[in-house]
């Protein structure tokens, strides 16, 4: 509205995902960009999310592990958003925000205690067994279908897979011993 933009040009440099920042060298925006949101309601609900969710995993994880399982997250939603969006051959355009983070930390939980009930909406009950598979079904549709909304869909199938192989490789240290 006539103000100086140069505060959302420096914004979407340095602080959102995209194909373009990585071509110019701000490889720091894989991870920057899991902590800036695009309004006041983006990042309240990503913190609800996180608020609800953080101390079931931080009792299975030391605050260190959850901090990787946090980043690892972060980083897994955007790279597969960028890969995704170049293999699909989408317009690049810039994402951010902390759902791929909280994703992965919902997958991690989901496949440690599979029958944990999430409520959806707050009041749907749902197993944790039952929600993975059909989240990651449906954001694997809206990445596919290109359905254009202001979600990225693939950035949150990266979280949760990277929440799924945190598990795995967490479980593979356990079965070893």
Not at 125 to 134: E, R, S, V, Y
Not at 163 to 172: C, D, K, V
């Amino acid at each position: 509205r006539g103000g100086d933009p140069s505060l959302l040009k420096f914004m979407y440099k340095h602080f959102t995902v995209s194909y373009e920042n990585l071509r110019a060298g701000r490889i720091w925006t894989v991870l920057t960009g899991a902590f800036s949101h695009s309004d006041t309601s983006h990042a309240l609900m990503n913190g609800l999310s996180l608020f609800f969710i953080a101390p079931s995993v931080l009792a299975l994880l030391s605050p260190p592990r959850f901090l990787a399982l946090y980043i690892s997250g972060a980083l897994g939603a955007s790279l597969t958003s960028i890969l995704w969006k170049r293999y699909a051959q989408i317009p690049d355009f810039p994402s951010q925000g902390a759902s791929g983070a909280i994703l992965a930390s919902i997958a991690y939980l989901a496949c440690v205690s599979p029958r944990t009930t999430f409520y959806i909406f707050f009041i749907v009950p749902c197993p944790a067994w039952a929600l993975l598979p059909g989240m990651l079904a449906y954001d694997g549709y809206m990445a596919y279908s290109d359905a254009r909304s202001r979600t990225d869909a693939a950035g949150h199938v990266g979280g949760m897979l990277s929440g799924i192989a945190y598990f795995a490789s967490r479980m593979g240290r356990f079965m070893i011993r």
